[in-house]
Nanobody
Framework: VQLVESGGGSVQAGGSLKLSCAAS????????MGWYRQAPGKERELIAT??????????SYADSVKDRFTISRDTDKHTVYLQMDSLKTEDTGMYYC???????????????????WGQGTQVTVSS
């Protein structure tokens, strides 16, 4: 299973960044996909998930990023994106892509028994 994040960097508050997570086909099709972040000295937190109910993609967001971040995916490229707008200094942290057996209320444990992580990409927002 391979998850490779990219797109992190340094930006001023109010700016935007778009993260990408290139996943292996197995992870993309068998697991729920999401983004986590870990700020310095804090625990890793879930910020967004994206799943399909067969008819459409269903996204969920943590309150801290709702209305500023948008998660999406490209099924042909097996890639999940996180568009981050109106960035704040408190958005600073390491951002991780995850493929999980339980995601956004959807259960994939039969096909996806473990949680898989990417290596992370750093996002730094300065004031």
């Amino acid at each position: 299973v391979q998850l490779v994040e990219s797109g992190g960097g340094s930006v001023q508050a109010g700016g935007s960044l778009k993260l990408s997570c290139a996943a292996s086909e197995y992870a993309f099709r068998s697991c729920g996909m999401g983004w986590y972040r870990q700020a310095p000295g804090k625990e890793r937190e879930l910020i967004a998930t994206i799943n399909s109910n067969g008819a459409r993609d269903i996204a969920s967001y943590a309150d801290s990023v709702k209305d500023r971040f948008t998660i999406s995916r490209d099924t042909d490229k097996h890639t999940v994106y996180l568009q981050m707008d109106s960035l704040k200094t408190e958005d600073t942290g390491m951002y991780y892509c995850a493929a999980e057996p339980i995601s956004g209320g959807f259960i994939y444990s039969a096909a996806c028994p473990n949680t898989y992580w990417g290596q992370g990409t750093q996002v730094t927002v300065s004031s």
